[in-house]
Each structure stands twice: as structure tokens, then as C-alpha cells.
């Protein structure tokens, strides 16, 4: 009876939470299309989000893009397919790896600071002062933050993609013998707009998930450290399990599968 | 005359847990009034009710006689304007230089050019005893009374009509927290507010409020001029402002 009854609590306990992110994300959209928006502080948000995670986007995308050239050519080799490499590295970077690998460094660096940040603010009372001050808390803090993530994830992820191929064209011209000139002249002859285009549209997609699930567990955070801690950490896993579902969907709708 | 604040039999639980349970009480125009009564009585479930953080369950708020309990988004933005509030922590925000702190309310909440609300802040400082070279410090430079004073004078930088302290002397030397209470009388006189504080310092609670309300188990259990408080004939009431272990109230372990 016990094991039922505790069954019933977590499911109701999920549905409650589901209710909650729903209710969130409702107040939060609807606050996007309605004055005031705060252009000072989405620009804020976008240097923080976008620019600052330049570097650990950048070194990452470099060293995935190697690895697959080499993964690539070593599988290419056993049925005597090792030109493919630069096809099958634009295709990997530009559709799956280059969002999802940048979505998900970038939830652990963004999603973190934003759900640190708001949960500090809501345990020292600073979202009250905010609605005592004529402030709507969801406007002034979650709004910048989810147009600067949808913004910037898409050009993180363009930039992710170029050094992406740059790695795989490194690790190719100078460790597996192929021509520079050939390579890029096979990336670019192979790489189609839709390629590019589904990568930029996931990015978006995780970018909103990012701060989305960054502010909802600040939002939600209860208690003193302990509790910013826990928030910290939900709004990793919750959004890097998000992103991964969702790229599951979006490449099932973008590309028909 | 309409009442300035008035709370007609507010209830609010959580969860099992009944907070409030049919609050009443009526405060006047630039009035003072303190209310009373142990952690977890829901002191602050109250002013948060007022303010419109939380919810009431039950029963009515009314602002000038307007019923204002579940008025929400823009519909509430007029009464928010009313405010003022002076936290337990101070709350203030830590990513931003003393004197925006001081300013915010007028830049976001009124939309006043930078400029002019700096001017205002800066003055604001001066009335609660800080020079300019404070503004342009961080909070986390501050210390605890320091803080506090910044909360007031960000409290006051609309000139509201009500002006709330949540617990103003906590965690303070008893110099100044002396001194925070005499900013308050000054500052509630000058801006000319009702102000509504909630505190169990019965020391600064005699000092700042002309009326004193005790909230316990979610009701207010008296309600008289402060000059009163000694005479009140309540064993509670008795209880709570000499500080004894002995008598009716059983203080909760557990929240």
C-alpha cells in the first residue's frame, strides 16, 4: 500500500510541476508581446549569453569536429570510403552536432548562472522588492534572458558550425593526407541551405529551453543555498534532458523521418 | 473617513498549514501601526497579502476603500504605485550601484529619465544620513545598517502613500537599530504615509507606531493606541511584550 501510495505522490507531484512550467511559460510569453520590454537588459543578456560562451563553444565545436573526421575516416576505411569525410562532417556539424553539443555547453554555463542568480534573488526577497517597486519580476528578468538565448543561440551555433568543419579540415589536411582545396570545395558542394538552416532553427529551439528552464527553477527555488544549489542543478539536467528530446523531435519534423 | 488599509476576515493556508485565519483590522490615514506577534504568525503572509506577492484564500483587502485582493498584472500597476517597502534583508539589488537601487522604482516603475532619478536618489540618501560617495558603492559594500538605511530611502524615493517595514531593526546593534527608528518616525512624518511595520522588537514597535496590532495562531488577538499596550488586560499580549517563557503562548518547534 505504501509503494502505491508513494507512486501516487510522484505522479502527482510531476503533474503538479508540469501544471506549474505550463502556467510559467504561458505568463512568460504572454509578457513578451507586451510593453515594457527592457532593450538595455536583452543586450546585457546577450553579451552574457552569446558573446561570454563564445570561447567554450568555439574550443568545443574545434575538438568534435576533429574527433568525427577521425571517426569518420577510420569507418570509411574499412569499405574504402575515406573521401567522404568532408560531406559526412558538414552534415554531422551543421544538423546534429554543432546545436546540440553548443545547447548543451551552453546549459551548463547559462542555465546555471541564470537559476543561481534569480534563485539568490528570490531567497533574499529581491523579486518581492521588484513587484513592491511597480516591476513585474517576469518582464524584467525572465523576458531579456529568453529573447537574448533565442537570439543568440542561433549565431553561437553558426559560429559553432564554421569551426566545427575548420576542426575536421585541421585534423584532415594535416594528420589523414587530404588536400585543403579539395576538402573545402567537397564541404561546400555538399552542405545544402536546409542542412544550415535545420541546425539554426534547433538552436533557437534550445535556446529557449535553456532560459526557459534557467528562470522557471530560479523562480521556484525554496530555502537559503541549499535550495539555490538544488535549483542550479534542476536547470541543468531538466534543460540538457530537454534538448536532447527536442533535437529527437525537430529532426523527425525538419526532416520527415 | 475611509480607512487608508483595511483586511475583512483574510484567511490563507498552505497546504494543510492555516496561516491566516480570518485577519481583520483597519489602519488609518498616516497612521502608524505595528503589528506584533511570534515567528511564523504570519506577519510577514500578511503584508505579502497586502503588497499582492501572495494570494489571500479567503476574505478582502481594501486601498482607499477599493477592493483591491485579486487585482493582478496592469489592473494593480496604480495601487503598486501607493507603495513603498522596506524589507527584513534590505533586498537589495546586488547587481546594481546604491543610488539605481535607490532610483529603480522611478525608472522602471514610472519611467523617469536616468538623470532626474539619480538627482532624487542622491537626495533620498541624504535624508536617511548618506553622502554621495555612497551611492556609486555596491550593496555588498555596505554594512547591515547601512544597507537598511539605503532600503529606506529606496522606499521612499516615490514619496508613497504606505510604507511598509518588515521586521526594520532585525539583526542591527541597538544603536542602530535606535537610529533606523528614528529615520523611520522622521521619514513617514516628512513623506507624510501610513505606515504598517511588522516586527517583535517591542523596544523599536513603542518608538515607530501609534497603534499596535498582535497577530497569533492567525488572528489579531488585540488592537489598541500603543499608550495602551501596558493596560491591554490580554495574557497574551502580556506575555508577548515582557519576553516570559511562562504563560499562554507555546511557542511552535517546528514551523
Known sequence: MNILAGIGRAILGLLADIGRLTAFTGRTLAACVSPPIYGRLIAIQILRIGYFSLPVVGLTAFFTGGALALQIYLGGNRYGAEAIVPQIVVLGITRELGPVIAGLMVAGRVAAAIAAEIGTMKVTEQIDALTTLATNPIKYLVVPRLIAAIVSMPILVGIADSIGVFGGY?????????????????????????????????AAVFGFIIALMGCYNGFNSKGGAQGVGAATTAAVVSSSILILAANYLLTSILFHT | MTAKIELIGVKKRFGSKVVLDGVNLVIEKQSSTVIIGGSGTGKSVTIKCILGILTPDEGTILIDGVDVTRLRGAARDPVMRKFGMLFQGAALFDSLPVWEN??????????????????????????????????????????????????LARAIAADPEIIFFDEPTTGLDPIMADIINDLIVSTVRDVGATALSITHDMVSSRKISDRIAMLYQGKIIWDGPTAQIDQSGNEYVDQFIHGRAEGPIKMAVKA
Do not use: C, H, W
Open chain 1, 170 to 202: 585541421v585534423v584532415s589536411t594535416q594528420s589523414l593526407g587530404f588536400t585543403g582545396s579539395i576538402y573545402l570545395k567537397n564541404t561546400v558542394d555538399f552542405a545544402t541551405r536546409q542542412d544550415i538552416n535545420s541546425g539554426l532553427i534547433k
Open chain 2, 102 to 151: 535607490v532610483a529603480f522604482g522611478l525608472i522602471q516603475g514610472r519611467g523617469m529619465a536616468r538623470a532626474a532619478a539619480k538627482k532624487i536618489a542622491i537626495e533620498k540618501l541624504a535624508k536617511v544620513g548618506l553622502g554621495e560617495d555612497v551611492a556609486y558603492l555596491s550593496p555588498s559594500e555596505l554594512s547591515g545598517g547601512m544597507q537598511k538605511r539605503v532600503g
